[in-house]
């Protein structure tokens, strides 16, 4: 199992600090990652958030590929909808020509209706704009030069200059619905999923109908991890941040409503109310002990390749993230590394 984190920047009002200082605080935790053995780093966005989401995923990237020299840098999700995939394709091979090699490329489809709405996007167009949008990308990264005629991009006879240093570079999909589970595995690309049922048996069962090498493939699964000393102390520094990222997603997943359960109502009402809810059962949060315990019973029931931890939640000190991070790597990821 390879271990990878999870980074927004978010910078809510309630906790708010200037911004330069808050990217240099992340940025340095990064780089603290790096040291502390783990594998990836992941980049996450969404727009238009009165917490500051991270809206610019790859300028992000190319900031952590000169702060680093050996952890891989990926896009747990670029929104492919909302950008051109020529564009897109120029800027991978950007990023990962500063990186030397180290850039995944993590795309999907979204699902918020208020950000299709303000780019006004039709959202039921999505699907298919993903799709052909990773067509061209690849046939850039490979072709020396493309024509390409889709129903929202046309290009002739182009030409992607320069080409990313890896020959391919590493693609995921982030599905949460069958539907989308099945057509990432029908692709041939490699898989990311967030809480909820375990995608891996609809993924791998599709991998292996459409004649693929299931060992070829790679599944990331997502969890929200703080790690203390005690449990009653990293439950009162994350408490009120972990609540706050809950509110956010209660809100447009409801609305989206792509995957079973994501119209359920969050089952607390407060920050408090977490540590003894239903929802303590599905976050790892505690000393290193428990967490590897609940990391030994995660890797029974779901197929995990790449293990991500988000740990720096939303308006929480980046001192006390890279503190829990720090322990993590220490005290846990030895027990399930190559595995």
């Known amino acids: 199992m390879r271990f990878g984190v999870m980074q927004d920047f978010r910078n809510p009002i309630r906790w708010r600090r200037p911004f330069p200082d808050f990217y240099k605080q992340i940025l340095t935790q990064i780089q603290k990652c790096e040291d502390a053995g783990y ?18 995923l790859m300028t992000t990237a190319a900031a952590v590929a000169m702060k680093t020299t ?12 909302y950008q051109h995939p020529v564009l897109m394709a120029e800027q991978v091979a950007n990023v990962d020509i500063l990186s030397d090699g180290r850039f995944d490329l993590g795309v999907g489809q ?12 039709n959202r039921s167009e999505r699907g298919q704009r993903t799709r052909e949008g990773i067509q061209l990308i690849e046939r850039l990264f490979k072709d020396e030069k493309v024509t390409f005629d889709g129903k929202y991009t046309q290009v002739k006879d182009m030409r992607l200059s320069p080409k990313p240093v890896q020959e391919p570079v590493p693609i995921w999909i982030g599905a949460r619905g069958p539907k989308a589970i099945t057509k990432a595995a029908e692709m041939g690309y490699h898989l990311m999923a967030t ?31 703080y790690c203390a000393e005690t449990e009653d102390q990293a439950w009162a520094e994350c408490q009120d941040h972990l609540f706050h990222m809950l509110e956010f997603y209660q809100d447009i997943l409801s609305e989206a409503a792509d995957a079973e359960g994501d119209d359920a109502p969050l089952p607390v009402q ?14 790892m949060i505690g000393t290193p002990d428990q967490i590897a315990h609940k990391i030994e019973r995660f890797s029974q029931d779901f197929h995990c390749t790449d293990f991500i931890l988000d740990s ?6 980046p001192s006390l993230g890279t503190r ?10 030895p027990q399930f590394q190559g595995k």
């Open 70 to 81: 050996t952890i891989r840098i990926g896009t747990f999700i670029v929104i492919l909808p």
């Open 195 to 225: 809480l909820g049922p375990d995608p891996a048996p609809i993924y791998l069962e599709t991998l292996q109908k459409s004649g693929k090498n299931i060992e070829d493939f790679k599944i990331a699964q997502l969890r929200m991890v």
């Open 39 to 56: 594998d990836n780093i992941w980049l996450t966005e969404h727009h238009f958030t009165d917490d500051a989401y991270n809206p610019s």
């Open 324 to 333: 829990a991070l720090e322990l993590f790597a220490k005290e846990v990821m």
């Open 270 to 283: 407060k920050p408090s109310d977490m540590r003894d809810s239903v929802l303590a059962e599905h976050f």
């Open 312 to 317: 720096q939640f939303p308006g929480l000190d």
């Open 110 to 121: 979204g699902y918020s209706h208020y950000e299709f709405d303000a780019f006004c996007m």
